[in-house]
């Protein structure tokens, strides 16, 4: 089993909808947990960064991290044809200099 | 705040050759990583400098990849010789320092493609 799971998708909605994205993972030390965007031919940007459990909210964005199922989430509000792009989880553990697992990544056309 | 350069942006070269990737990271970032993102993966975790002495390298290459960070600023990531395998895009990436709470920001990448 790998330590990050992600569906890799392809998604496509329409412009407006609600989209949700998730991993799971299964190393129990994971702590920190974030959403980076990746546009074509570009390098990751962090999106959204949440520390254990619980929602954290910015504008349309929601991540969502619930430690006893190892399943985090990324929900995304009118959903924009900016929006089109991989989103891809990232999580490390607490302590030192662990590095960042990432996810295969999700990659999301939203249509106008 | 000028980003992470890298250069160069593409690259094609045969298998058995050797190639350099270069990153720039920004100014006053202490930690500077390599990563290796094959197509359709996320990015894996190549070597993580902390100024100019190397924090993590375990999943390194060491028998072909090198790295190095000589003055804590630019580094240089260097394979020889290639295989097919090393296909992907090279990501440079830098943080104020080392930590799982401090943010890192990703340059465009090196895409190398061997032939």
């Given amino acids: ?21 998730n991993c799971t993972y ?5 702590q920190y947990f974030m959403w980076y965007r990746q546009y074509s031919r570009k390098g990751p940007e962090l999106l959204m960064y949440t520390y254990s459990s619980g929602n954290k909210e910015d504008g349309r964005f929601t ?5 006893s199922s190892k399943y985090i989430s990324l929900f995304i509000r009118d959903s924009q044809p900016s929006d089109s792009a991989t989103y891809l989880c990232a999580m490390s553990a607490m302590t030192g200099n662990t590095p960042l697992v990432f996810g295969k990544g999700t990659r999301l056309s939203v249509i106008a | 705040e000028a980003g ?8 094609i070269i045969e298998k058995r050759q050797s190639v350099a990737f270069w990153c720039n990271p920004i100014s006053g970032h202490a930690t500077l990583y390599w990563y290796q993102q094959i197509l359709g993966q996320g990015p894996k975790l190549l070597i993580q400098f902390q100024n100019n002495g190397v924090v993590d390298d375990s999943q390194l290459p060491k028998d072909r990849f090198s790295a190095e960070r000589l003055k804590g600023v630019d580094s240089t990531l260097k394979i020889q010789p290639a295989k097919l ?12 320092t080392s930590g799982a709470d ?12 061997v032939l």
């Fill in chain 1, 1 to 21: 089993q790998k330590e990050v799971e992600q569906d890799p998708g392809p998604l496509s909605v329409p412009e407006g909808a609600i989209v949700s994205l």
């Fill in chain 1, 26 to 30: 299964s190393n129990s030390a994971f």
């Fill in chain 1, 63 to 67: 991540a969502q991290v619930d430690k």
């Fill in chain 2, 4 to 11: 992470v350069a890298q250069s160069p942006r593409y690259k």
């Fill in chain 2, 85 to 96: 395998e090393d296909s992907a895009v090279y990501l440079c990436a830098s943080s104020l």
């Fill in chain 2, 102 to 113: 401090n943010e890192q920001f990703f340059g465009p990448g090196t895409r190398l493609t």
